[in-house]
């Protein structure tokens, strides 16, 4: 099985920090944004295993080509795929319900 080595944007860095952040302070507490930053730490583990195995996603929804996703829980990870290089690199971190297109479009 194909193992690719996993880079987290600054800019998804950024993301799952504002995330964790807002469930901490504004929505469910210190022990459920804790349950959440380690669930996002072992879908991304996983991803090492499974990154290039995704559908690719249209470049009209995404604005970029090659865009893969993969969802946790409410929230979805936006990831393109070096295959060349055995490389997965996550662009952005965010919820189902937000305006994607424009939300990959600003990365």
Known sequence: MKRYIVEISETAEQDLENIVSYLRYSL???????????????KLKELEDMAGSMPILSEEL???????????????VFY????????????????????????????
């Open 62 to 76: 995404t604005g970029h080509k090659g865009v893969r996703k993969i969802n946790v829980r409410n929230y979805i």
């Open 80 to 107: 393109l795929v070096d295959e060349t290089n055995s490389k997965a690199t996550v662009l952005r971190i965010g919820h189902a319900f937000m305006d994607w297109e424009k939300y990959l479009r600003d990365e």
């Open 28 to 42: 469910a507490g210190e022990i459920i944004s804790d349950k959440y930053k380690i669930l996002f730490k072992q």
